[in-house]
């Protein structure tokens, strides 16, 4: 019987490490949940303001949103992705002459799911950060010549972002452990590389405890981030 490899060999760079594989699968994540993360800052942006400045319509269809997909599974959403643009491919595929099965990938799915369950978070984020923007600063902005695009620029969207920095974190957070799901697609990630390794080696509470982490060390590092950019954003509202 072979001995029992320890810790270090098992996250090395050698014939019985798997520290590349399990990097990689780390950058993987990082990647669906950097572009589901941006995916669902756009839409919430949109949706803020569809909240904020639409009309009777608008304002009920942003928070359809909003409670529809703040409601339904996260694992859900994915499957209806990946399959329901699978289909919509394939059907595409079919009328242009080619046969069988076209799939969307499972990167491409995966990050859109998540942005688009991110992007309710991030709609109720938005709203509340300029909420909490004083109206007279945006009156001064105004009283001083400045036309809707600089107000924007210069003052509403700097203001918002400098109250939005501390829910945008918590966001970021659930988005990095959504990203976990979208393994079901066929995405090797780093969840899905952790039950590889497992399954290879017949070592599953090690390498799900290596898996925990490096996901802590991720998000340990872009909380760490995150506070410095809070931070500088905030520096003018620090009293001295």
Known sequence: MSARPDL????????????????????????????GFLIGAVIGVLGAWAKIKGNRWVRALADGYTTILRGVPDLLVIYLFYFGGSMLITATARLLGVEGFVGLPGVLAGAMAVGVTSGA????????????????????????GMNRWVRLRRIIAPLTLRHALPGLGNVWQVVLKESALVSVTGVVELLRQTQ?????????FDFFMIAAVLFLAISSVSGLVLYVAERRFSRSARRP
Do not use: K, N
């Not at 060999?9 to 669906?32: H, N, R």
């Not at 978070?121 to 001083?144: D, K, W």
């Not at 590889?196 to 599953?204: D, E, H, K, Q, V």
């Open 121 to 144: 978070q991030h709609t109720e984020v938005f709203r509340g950060a300029f909420g909490a923007v004083s109206p007279g600063e945006i009156e001064a902005a105004h009283a001083c």
């Open 8 to 35: 270090f060999q098992l996250i090395g760079f050698g014939p019985e490490g798997w520290g590349a594989a399990l990097i990689t699968g780390a950058g993987m994540t990082l990647v669906i949940a950097s572009s």
């Open 196 to 204: 590889i390794a497992a399954g290879s080696t017949r070592l599953p």
